[in-house]
């Protein structure tokens, strides 16, 4: 019966999916090659004839080799909000669709950003582990943290995640400037020609800006010397904007003051360097989600492939054909 | 020569004073009785006749018993806001003047409430120790947080710091409530009679009141269940305003589902229960504590001590003779 329902590949199963395995086999036929024991190659080949749309994440690249083996496929649906994972160019060439989570994790990613960074200027999470070590009724001194307040805060990448960080830490009383490809004719911070700048003006940088090849290890050493010793850096984007080598040495160094971390160059291998610094605080790629952010990413993928299937309009097109 | 400088008594040092030892002791001849080797009641007896100022902390309480053996004690500089480890009414019976730390450290302590609340939602310090422990990279799945917007927040006590981590969270998207000894006509948010109906519609409590024969244990067992299982509470007021036990039950019994906790009841020994709980943060009473606070709270301190020994008015006072 559930080969009669519309057929759709998914590479690596994504959180949504786990999530709602049950009611997403209800509408389609899934095709999973992490559950199947011949090689993804060969199961690529054997399902080419049926695949007409994929689900994906960011976990699971779609390179070209891969669409080259799916020439019946139209969509790519992934419900990240990054498309650095699919190429988009090759899918304009091959006239695939592409669309994403487009702002719906939006307000979860900013308040993951203030989260982490009112973490690593509290230092909450190091905190618990002092307390909870026993170490507090030993009366060692605990260090104190900074005031969030008043610091000069550089949003990187001013597209709809970084509004929303930028909004929350204004009223949160940090001043706000930013460096985007373009300066926001609508936005009122102030604009600084690159990363660089930035960072020269800043206390702290939020990284919300999209991998590209243009951002690729953006921020390196120099631009942490330029941030200087007091500095933090809070990464709710995508691990490989910052170069994780010069950032460990920067805060092994302590050229720089800490960082707040929910993205990794080589997911999900984090260097065990990392692990020893009570400086960083680390999430699994988790700033977008949540129980109730799934739920809502679960009824847009759902309503795209029924729209697909239905030659009906997609939400958040991304590649349109 | 430091004898000749104005006397103060400090019965346990505040983190103030370990910060600023050296430049509090170029201005103040500071008697200290954890230094010296007789008992704390013959330290005072020796000290009587010169002692008219005394600085403290919460962590130090000042008794009547220790009131009546300083005569010509005149006036307490408290470094913190609460003052409930002052006996206020032997103070005034005595004619002893108090301060307090006043609104100094709202911003700071609103920004700890709003930080211990995205943590314990978003599972961020549980997560920090999920990577640093080396899950991620062996595929273990890692929960779902919950979304910070939409949900409904019940300020109990509506004073100066309560009103600051209203503010906060209503621009991150909550729904503020509060419950305080009076309806405040300045206020919009809504108000409720009691602490009980607020936890009946409220998904958080943050507890943000003054510790009094009234407050101790208010939020207790019957006040967790109204909360619910997907409940939160975040203190950075007292420990003593939740009954502790219930508190531990609640949580290792899943009647709610987190606790964010700057504050205990018998400080600085936290029950080693809550050491094993994943949904519970905890900061060791640091909710007030910045280096920028830390800077602020000495020059509110050296003013306070300088107007007393000029009979000069003072700032925040509490206790007026």
Redesign the interface.
Known sequence: MADDLPHVLILGPP?VF??YEKQFSEKFHFLKPWESSIPLHQFLSTHAGSVRAALCSAAHPVTSDILKNLPELRFIMTSSVGTDHIDLHECRKLGVKVANAGSLFS??VA??A???L??VL????A??????A?L??Q?V??P???????KQVGIVGMGRIGFDVAK?LH???CIISYTSRNKKPHIKFPFCLNVQELAAKCDILVICCALTNQTHHMIDKNVMKALGKNGIIVNIARGAIINEKDLLDCLQNGEIAGAGLDVFEQ????P?E??ELDNV????H?AV??????RNIYELVVGNLDAFFSNQPLMNEVVKV
């Open positions: 959180t786990k999530s307000d979860d308040d993951m203030v989260g982490l009112i973490d509290r230092k909450i999470s905190a618990d582990r002092f307390v909870k026993g507090w009724q009366n001194v605990y104190l943290g900074h005031k969030l307040g008043g929350r009223s949160l009383g997911e999900p291998n984090v065990e990392f692990f605080v680390m999430t699994p988790h989600l949540t129980e109730e952010s799934t």
